[in-house]
């Protein structure tokens, strides 16, 4: 049988997850009461947290997508910036809250923002499910976080590794396994 190469322990369990983005919803409902709010996702990683999001403010709100080019296949960042999906929705004279999935060097979140603030919108701030700090390169506000995490590779709750594991319901530390030759 083949050896597993990846080892995934639970870093934020499910009910840690639901609990931090009850809370975080109720914080958002409450800043943006009244507002034209655009809630803009960036893909990949951000989908599930932003599903889950949504459905706990007091109110309906506009959601827009934004794709970009992230690690591929590697758990180093390259610090290369691409976008591959823009949005659909005009920014001018409007709010935007942009969800991530998390921010570790800070280059992906700086680059966003600077593109956003671009298009004319009436403010923009940042709400992250993670914050990574130990290996920021770039300043950057992060108006909204739900968990601040160690220097590890995660997993799991939207965050995948090589397109795998986006489907876990908890956050896990992700571990690559050595090759062993018998
Ligand atoms: P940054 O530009 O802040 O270095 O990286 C932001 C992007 O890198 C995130 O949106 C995410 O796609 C990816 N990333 C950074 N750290 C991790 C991690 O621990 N796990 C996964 N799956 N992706 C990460």
Redesign the pocket.
């Known amino acids: 049988m083949d050896r597993p190469k990846e080892r995934i322990s639970t870093l934020i369990s499910k009910e840690e997850l639901d609990k931090r983005i009850k809370e975080l919803a109720a914080q958002i409902s409450r800043d943006y009461a009244g507002l034209d709010l655009i809630i803009i996702g ?1 893909l990949k ?2 989908f599930i947290f932003l599903a889950d999001l949504i459905r706990h403010l007091d109110y309906h709100v506009c959601v827009d997508f934004m794709g ?1 080019s ?2 591929g296949a590697s ?1 180093k ?1 390259s ?1 290369e ?1 691409r976008i591959t999906k823009d949005l659909e929705q005009n920014l001018a004279g409007r709010h935007v809250l942009l969800v ?12 966003l923002v600077d593109a956003l603030k671009a298009r004319q919108p009436a403010s923009v701030r940042v709400c992250t499910l ?1 914050d ?1 700090p130990a ?3 770039v300043r950057v506000a992060i108006d909204y976080y739900g968990f601040i ?1 160690p220097n ?4 799991g709750y939207g ?3 090589a397109e795998k ?1 986006r489907g876990l319901p908890f956050v896990g530390v ?1 571990e690559e396994l050595d090759e062993q030759t018998d």
């Open positions: 960036v990683g951000s970009i992230s690690y758990t960042s610090g910036v991530e999935d998390i921010v570790d060097t800070g280059l992906t979140l700086r680059y993670l990574k290996r920021r390169q995490i590890a590779f995660v997993v965050l995948d590794y594991y992700l």
